[in-house]
């Protein structure tokens, strides 16, 4: 049996993958004043992103890597796991989920299932993903199908995020943005 056949990448449209102004995604992330929630890190997190003046706090969370605790709740605060989590992986996990540990990633899938907000945040580009990896025998293929059907069946959306930095940029817009849909759910309560 021949191996697997590389996609050729010269016909990606260059669309595929936009200029990234590194500056502007690191300012954006670093803001002057601290947000408004504590961001919640997973205590089994072994790589957790570092998120330069805000409030943080590390405890162990169900479901995913990160979520965010609203700071002006009457007790201490409000731990919203259940309603937005952040599921990380590096290329290198991403490609042991294919094969070693698929079993236990789609049981993660299936508790992100019930979470309003939930997202898996993968720290590669797409041609990274479709020229394969270094970490297994898993075609691109397998890599590419496996992440569309996870998506269509547990409904959880998953991001390429193309390297670390980005993946904290894209992990903080999204507790933002759960942060401002909760606090004007209230408020229109």
């Not at 010269?10 to 002057?32: G, W």
């Amino acid at each position: 049996m021949s191996p697997p056949t590389r996609p050729r990448l010269d016909i990606l449209p260059s669309t595929c993958l936009p200029p990234l102004n590194h500056s502007a995604s690191t300012r954006a992330v670093r803001s002057p004043q601290a947000r408004p929630y504590t961001v919640i890190i997973d205590t089994r997190e072994q790589l957790p992103y570092v998120f330069p003046n805000d409030h943080v706090k590390r405890m162990t969370l169900k479901t995913g890597d990160y979520s965010l605790a609203i700071d002006d709740r009457p007790r201490d605060f409000d731990v919203l796991a259940s309603v937005v989590a952040v599921e990380r992986k590096s290329m290198e996990d991403y490609w042991g989920c294919l094969a070693r540990s698929r079993k236990r990633f789609e049981r993660e899938l299936e508790r992100l299932k019930a979470i309003e907000w939930p997202l898996v945040i993968i720290e590669c580009s797409t041609r990274q993903m479709m020229a394969g990896a270094d970490y297994g025998e898993v075609p691109p293929s397998v890599a590419t199908g496996s992440m569309c059907s996870w998506m269509q069946q547990y409904g959880v959306p998953f991001l390429l995020a193309g390297d670390r930095e980005c993946g904290r940029f894209w992990t903080l817009r999204w507790l933002d943005m759960a942060y401002k849909k909760v606090k004007a759910r209230e408020r229109g309560k």
